[in-house]
């Protein structure tokens, strides 16, 4: 990976760079610009009021590594080709928490209103949805449920496969393994709990296998070009939109957009807005937009 933003002159040794905080190291100005700079333009994520977070995250690795200061180790992670640094750094400074039906409303809709449009406008029983920035899995998981629900004994008929993506290697393989604490399982009806999870040695549950099957994740960085071959039914993207700018977030949704079929939907967190004089999506109701069209 290469670093076309610069770099700083060399820093002074973080003994003599003390935050006054016990055990932090701090950056200088153009430590913090270079790095943060770099993650905006790669990611999308907006670091650039999070420096005591940088700071205190990081401290540990430069001590741990016995590096002098934070220039030495952003040499370490520009150097780095395999991408395993950088991801390690974003799953150090974003936070990746999750459980099921958050936010649960959305499911209820989902399935009261998403479900029959889409059940009733492809004949050919063949439904594209995307859960992007998917963390640890829960959301898409909490998905197959719901569609599970719906379709019932006719569940079989159709073609409900989820891509679930997010940049981060560590939550997408703890995603794949489907196993969480019963704290997850907190806003989960009963019902949901008995038919579509299993309990485990020492606690935790795990999703059925008939659910993970549903849903195939993939390493995407939203920053990058969108090349599906298809469009989507249903995008969610709930929760991610909080680390970018407006102008991020604004294209991004513009690129949503583009890749959303007819008629379909899009769903963000709660906490979330879209404006809606710089979009062509249909306000349906609170972190809810449809595509127009059929």
Known sequence: MGNDLGRPQAAAPASLRSTGVSGLI????????????????????????????????LSNVLRERKLANFQQYLDILFKDNSGSEVTALLNRLTTNHSYFMREREHFDFLQQTVLPYLEKNHPNHELRIWSAGCSAGQEAYTMAMA????????????????????????VLERAKKAVYPMDNLK?????????????????????????????IFRPFNLMDPFNFKRPFDLIFCRNV??????????????????????????????????NRDTTQYQYIKPAIYQRGGK
């Open 187 to 215: 806003d989960m009806p009963e019902k949901w709990r008995k038919k579509y999870t299993k309990a485990l040695p020492g606690g935790d549950i795990q999703v059925i296998e008939k659910i993970r099957r549903e849903v």
């Open 147 to 170: 569609i599970d629900e719906y379709f019932g004994s006719q569940k079989h008929l159709w073609d409900t496969t989820i891509l679930a993506t997010d940049i981060s290697m560590n």
């Open 26 to 57: 701090s950056l200088s100005d153009q430590e913090f610009n270079t790095l943060t700079s770099f993650v905006k333009k790669k990611y999308g994520i907006d670091l650039t009021k999070k420096r005591v977070l940088i700071e205190g995250r």
């Open 241 to 274: 939109m909080i680390y970018f700018d407006g102008p991020t977030k604004e294209n991004l949704i513009n690129k949503f957009y583009q890749y959303t079929s007819p008629g379909g939907y899009l769903f963000i967190g709660h906490s979330e807005v879209i």
